[in-house]
């Protein structure tokens, strides 16, 4: 009987141990997102003010991957991957803003207006820094990502409708549209 106990236990932890070092093929730690929400908000910086966009990934979907077997396994002290925690299947390629109006003499309506813009991220010091979007990313599904610009347009008073297009690395785009903004 104490045999038999003994190999119940042995089998029981055996099983608790694969199931460990093997995650779900129904796991999606990754997310693909088909749309844009994006929202504004004014930052007063001493006498001046940053405009800042704070930008959703949305219409998502989860997606999944092909897990390697390797040494390091859940077994080891890691994890599988949450539903969307490993981050955009497809990276971006390219981050563009569009106006509808002449936003100054040389950035007619419908020109780019992503050289105006910055997207700030942490370094490896923790410091943070001003980037250029082509440096912009979603890091999760849980939170949005924010763009900022110090530069106003010429006439302070006029309104612009704003599109912000994500090119992706497998070619599609994800779009979002703002009306009624006011460079302050």
Same mark, same amino acid.
């Given at each position: 009987m104490?045999?038999?106990? !003994?190999?119940?236990?042995?089998?029981?932890?055996l #099983?608790? &141990?694969?199931?460990?070092? %093997?995650?779900?093929?129904?796991?999606?730690? @990754?997310?693909? @997102?088909?749309k &844009?929400q994006?929202?504004?908000?004014?930052?007063?910086?001493? *006498? +001046?003010? !940053?405009?800042? %966009?704070?930008? *959703? #990934? +949305?219409?998502?979907? @989860?997606l999944?991957?092909?897990?390697?077997?390797? &040494?390091?396994?859940?077994?080891?002290?890691t994890?599988?991957p949450? $539903?969307?925690e490993?981050?955009?299947?497809?990276?971006?390629?390219d981050?563009?803003?569009? =106006?509808?109006? /002449?936003?100054? +003499?040389?950035?007619? =309506?419908?020109?780019?207006?992503?050289?105006?813009?910055?997207?700030?991220?942490?370094? +490896?010091?923790?410091?943070?820094?001003?980037?250029t &979007?082509?440096?912009?990313?979603?890091?999760s $599904?849980?939170?949005?990502?924010? !763009?900022? *610009?110090?530069?106003?347009?010429?006439? *302070?008073?006029? $309104?612009?409708n704003?599109?912000?297009?994500?090119?992706?690395e497998?070619?599609? !785009?994800?779009?979002?549209?703002?009306? /009624?903004?006011?460079?302050?």
């Amino acid at each position: 009987m104490k045999k038999k106990l !003994i190999a119940l236990a042995f089998f029981g932890g055996l #099983a608790g &141990l694969i199931q460990a070092c %093997f995650c779900s093929s129904e796991k999606t730690p @990754y997310f693909d @997102y088909h749309k &844009l929400q994006i929202a504004e908000r004014a930052l007063a910086h001493g *006498t +001046d003010t !940053i405009q800042s %966009f704070m930008i *959703t #990934a +949305d219409s998502v979907e @989860y997606l999944a991957s092909s897990y390697e077997l390797t &040494l390091t396994t859940a077994v080891y002290g890691t994890s599988c991957p949450e $539903v969307g925690e490993l981050g955009t299947k497809f990276k971006m390629e390219d981050v563009e803003i569009f =106006a509808d109006k /002449d936003f100054n +003499d040389t950035l007619q =309506a419908g020109k780019s207006l992503s050289s105006l813009f910055y997207f700030p991220f942490a370094s +490896d010091t923790a410091q943070n820094i001003l980037s250029t &979007l082509p440096e912009m990313e979603f890091y999760s $599904v849980y939170y949005p990502t924010f !763009i900022y *610009t110090p530069h106003h347009p010429s006439d *302070t008073a006029q $309104v612009f409708n704003l599109t912000v297009r994500i090119t992706k690395e497998n070619g599609a !785009i994800a779009e979002g549209k703002l009306g /009624d903004v006011k460079f302050k």
